[in-house]
């Protein structure tokens, strides 16, 4: 009787150690799982904040004239009505991938839009080995320092006029002046 008593013993406490195991490898796939979905929502994230910047540039080049806008709202960027046929800088305006409830954190300049932030909450698992031009993002710890902006180019000063080339005819000796 005594044997048996000590038998169930062992199998129980085999039984408790083996589910603790699996709890164990249970939390493990769990957080496994919830870090590869926040690493492929980081990477749609880089993808969509690139369109955005895509588009804004797109956006300033097509302005007609020396003088180039941003637009003041991101359905210009879906639809350019200064044109006669409305032009598409960007397909749609894509939700937030980190946090697609929220609307996107708009920079401005003036009342211009220079660029789009993530509002979510939360800590970039990615921290290194950004592609070109994205290098600011490094060592950010919040999803609202990766800006996706296009600033343009301050319109540099233009060159001074070249002086108009002296020709044979009007070249003039220091030689023949008295």
């Given at each position: ?22 709890g164990l490898a249970a939390v ?52 350019d009505s200064r044109f006669p ?94």
């Amino acid at each position: 009787m005594n044997r048996v008593r000590t038998s169930r013993g062992v199998v129980l406490m085999g039984l408790v150690v083996l589910l603790a195991l699996g709890g164990l490898a249970a939390v493990q796939f769990a957080e496994s799982a919830v870090t590869a979905r926040q690493r492929e929502r980081e990477t749609q994230l880089l993808w969509v904040g690139q369109q955005f910047r895509a588009a804004l540039e797109s956006y300033h080049r097509a302005t007609p004239g020396p003088v180039k806008h941003l637009p003041v709202s991101l359905d210009e960027l879906v639809r350019d009505s200064r044109f006669p046929n409305p032009v598409r800088h960007l397909r749609r305006i894509y939700a937030d991938p980190m946090q697609p409830e929220l609307p996107w954190g708009i920079v401005r300049r003036g009342n211009q839009i220079v660029g789009v932030y993530s509002q979510a909450d939360g800590e970039p698992l990615r921290r290194t080995a950004f592609a070109p031009g994205l290098e600011a993002f490094e060592g950010a710890t919040q999803y609202a320092s990766w800006r996706f902006m296009f600033v343009p180019r301050a319109n540099a000063t233009p060159a001074p006029p070249v002086p108009p080339r002296a020709s044979p005819s009007t070249v003039t000796s220091s030689a023949a002046t008295p």
